[in-house]
């Protein structure tokens, strides 16, 4: 079993930073793509960044520039800086990996349980 744990998340003016973490656990073999998804109320869960493990990169066009996605393999974690936030940044914001784990050969797409940013005033 694998899990995913995000932190990180919290109150922010307009214009603030904030920096997110998530760790997995487990018996991880191998991580392949890590990535960001957020979901507003009502709304459908979107890709905002994501990292392969050959560490290439992807944005949504909406934070590029603003966020950068990184990853530290020895820790199994990824993260996502967050600047010049915007109320519209405003989210839960889920951690996604695709993980080989024991007893397995091939990866599964594992969830974190979301952590949530508010940008206001």
């Known amino acids: 079993q694998v899990q995913l744990v995000e932190s990180g998340g919290g109150l922010v003016q307009p214009g603030g930073s904030l920096r997110l973490s998530c760790a997995a656990s487990?018996?991880?073999?191998?991580?392949?793509?890590m990535g960001w998804f957020r979901q507003e109320p009502g709304k459908e869960r979107e890709l905002v960044a994501a990292?392969?493990?050959?560490?290439?990169?992807n944005y949504a066009d909406s934070v590029k520039g603003r966020f950068t996605i990184s990853r530290d393999n020895a820790k199994n974690t990824v993260y996502l800086q967050m600047n010049s936030l915007k109320p519209e940044d405003t989210a839960v914001y889920y951690c996604?990996?695709?993980?080989?784990?024991?007893?397995?050969?091939?990866?599964?797409?594992?969830w974190g349980k979301g952590t949530l940013v508010t940008v206001s005033s």
């Open positions: 996604n990996a695709m993980v080989v784990a024991a007893p397995y050969s091939y990866g599964m797409d594992y």
């Open positions: 487990g018996r991880i073999l191998r991580i392949n793509a």
């Open positions: 990292i392969t493990g050959g560490y290439t990169t």
